[in-house]
């Protein structure tokens, strides 16, 4: 065999050994990175990371990225060989949390930055609700105990206050200034209450139940807030609605604490529409959804208020107590269902509350 021959098979298999081990690079279930330090500029990428950015390679190839300095800077005072990081990326109008695996490796006599990734935003999302529900639990615990002692010296103020009231007649100053303290001690009594309702849940009493008749019993309820405002209440009940199982008076609570939002906030006139439908389930492992929609034209939440409508007592309002909706949100996740909200500033707001159905039972 001739030197050419010997040469051109080992192009052939240096070729071959080249495809197979790009294809590691190209097909990697991770995003990789190949970075040069200092300019931070990326010269390669495989296809994972593409797709996880939301950007094309030619995009991608030259593209500066400084958060890798970081990077740099730990490899360079590590004994390691290899460090572990966590850097933010831009994927369009969101930021990813990555989790970055990373080493320096030697090309053409220059030291580039080897980095693996995955995205890890789900999992930082996950860990942000434990921390919530940890807190919750405690604040569940210190709510109950300032709860109780505050109970016994709030009745001595009230019964104090009711036995002055008597001695004045409704025409007297010192009968008005009773009168408004009475209301302070009755709103300090119901965020009281709310508050023990909020730390020890009850047990729900579970029953097989149609949401319409869930609606018009919680709408009698809160007839008078409508009554106060011009508020025209517009219902779209689908007649044929599955039954879902649940507790009524809970379900019922719910649903006066969200129409009750609602007509806080219409100013002065507006409407309220109420519907009920089935919503079809996107997996075949799970039933489908009776819905309950609850839309109102009112003020509408702040986007920057949207992740906080949940946190017990986060409240706008100078009456309110905070704890309505993070009692609705605790009642539908005790009911293995979902609550979601939408919003828009000055234009008003729809609460979907969604319960899985009775498998093959309609009423």
Same mark, same amino acid.
């Given at each position: 065999?001739?030197?050419?021959?010997?040469?051109?098979?080992?192009?052939?298999?240096? @070729?071959?050994? =080249?495809?197979?081990?790009?294809?590691?690079?190209?097909?990697?279930?991770?995003?990789?990175?190949?970075?040069?330090?200092?300019?931070?500029?990326?010269?390669?990428?495989?296809?994972?990371?593409?797709?996880?950015?939301?950007?094309?390679?030619e995009?991608l190839?030259?593209? %500066?990225q400084?958060?890798?300095?970081?990077?740099?800077?730990?490899?360079?005072?590590?004994?390691?060989?290899?460090?572990?990081?966590?850097?933010?990326?831009?994927n369009?109008?969101?930021?990813?949390?990555?989790?970055?695996?990373?080493?320096?490796?030697?090309?053409?006599?220059?030291?580039?930055?080897?980095?693996?990734?995955?995205?890890?935003?789900?999992? !930082?999302?996950?860990?942000?609700?434990?921390?919530?529900?940890?807190?919750?639990?405690?604040?569940?615990?210190?709510?109950?105990?300032?709860? !109780? @002692? %505050?109970?016994?010296?709030?009745?001595?103020?009230?019964?104090?206050?009711?036995?002055?009231?008597?001695?004045?007649?409704?025409?007297?100053?010192?009968?008005?200034?009773?009168?408004?303290?009475?209301?302070?001690?009755?709103?300090?009594? &119901?965020?009281?209450?709310?508050? =023990?309702?909020?730390?020890?849940?009850?047990?729900?009493?579970?029953?097989? %139940?149609n949401?319409?008749?869930?609606?018009?019993?919680?709408?009698? =309820?809160?007839?008078?807030?409508? &009554?106060?405002?011009?508020?025209?209440?517009? =219902?779209?009940?689908?007649?044929?609605?599955p039954?879902?199982?649940?507790?009524?008076?809970?379900?019922?609570?719910?649903?006066?604490?969200?129409?009750?939002?609602?007509?806080?906030?219409?100013?002065?006139?507006?409407?309220?529409? %109420?519907?009920?439908?089935?919503?079809?389930?996107?997996?075949?492992d799970?039933?489908?959804?009776?819905?309950?929609?609850?839309q109102?034209?009112?003020?509408?939440?702040?986007?920057?208020?949207?992740?906080?409508?949940?946190?017990?007592?986060?409240?706008?309002?100078?009456?309110?107590?905070?704890?309505?909706?993070?009692?609705?949100?605790?009642?539908? !996740?005790?009911h293995?269902?979902?609550?979601?909200?939408?919003?828009?500033y000055?234009?008003?707001?729809?609460?979907?509350?969604?319960?899985?159905?009775?498998?093959?039972?309609?009423?």
């Amino acid at each position: 065999m001739s030197d050419i021959e010997k040469l051109k098979i080992e192009k052939e298999y240096l @070729e071959k050994q =080249l495809v197979w081990y790009k294809s590691f690079f190209v097909n990697a279930t991770d995003a990789v990175f190949i970075v040069q330090p200092e300019t931070w500029a990326i010269l390669d990428v495989n296809e994972f990371a593409t797709n996880l950015l939301n950007k094309s390679r030619e995009e991608l190839l030259g593209s %500066i990225q400084p958060q890798f300095r970081r990077i740099f800077k730990l490899l360079k005072k590590s004994s390691s060989p290899i460090v572990l990081s966590e850097l933010s990326f831009e994927n369009g109008n969101d930021n990813l949390m990555m989790e970055v695996s990373a080493r320096f490796i030697e090309y053409e006599n220059q030291k580039l930055i080897l980095a693996i990734a995955r995205d890890v935003s789900e999992q !930082h999302a996950l860990t942000d609700k434990l921390v919530q529900a940890d807190k919750l639990v405690l604040l569940g615990q210190l709510s109950a105990g300032v709860a !109780h @002692e %505050i109970r016994n010296p709030l009745a001595a103020i009230n019964l104090n206050l009711q036995v002055l009231k008597r001695k004045f007649q409704p025409e007297d100053p010192e009968f008005t200034y009773i009168q408004n303290a009475l209301q302070g001690v009755d709103r300090i009594s &119901r965020i009281v209450e709310l508050t =023990l309702n909020f730390s020890k849940p009850a047990i729900p009493d579970i029953q097989n %139940i149609n949401l319409n008749n869930v609606v018009t019993s919680a709408i009698e =309820l809160v007839a008078s807030s409508i &009554r106060r405002k011009e508020i025209t209440v517009e =219902l779209k009940l689908d007649e044929n609605l599955p039954l879902v199982s649940a507790d009524f008076k809970q379900i019922q609570q719910l649903l006066i604490n969200l129409l009750t939002n609602a007509c806080d906030a219409i100013k002065a006139e507006g409407k309220i529409i %109420i519907k009920s439908y089935i919503e079809k389930s996107q997996r075949k492992d799970h039933n489908d959804y009776v819905v309950i929609s609850i839309q109102d034209n009112g003020i509408g939440i702040m986007a920057e208020d949207m992740p906080k409508i949940f946190n017990p007592f986060f409240t706008r309002k100078s009456d309110g107590t905070g704890l309505g909706l993070p009692i609705s949100q605790r009642i539908i !996740h005790q009911h293995n269902g979902v609550i979601d909200v939408e919003s828009i500033y000055g234009k008003g707001t729809i609460f979907y509350v969604k319960l899985p159905k009775i498998s093959e039972n309609i009423n």
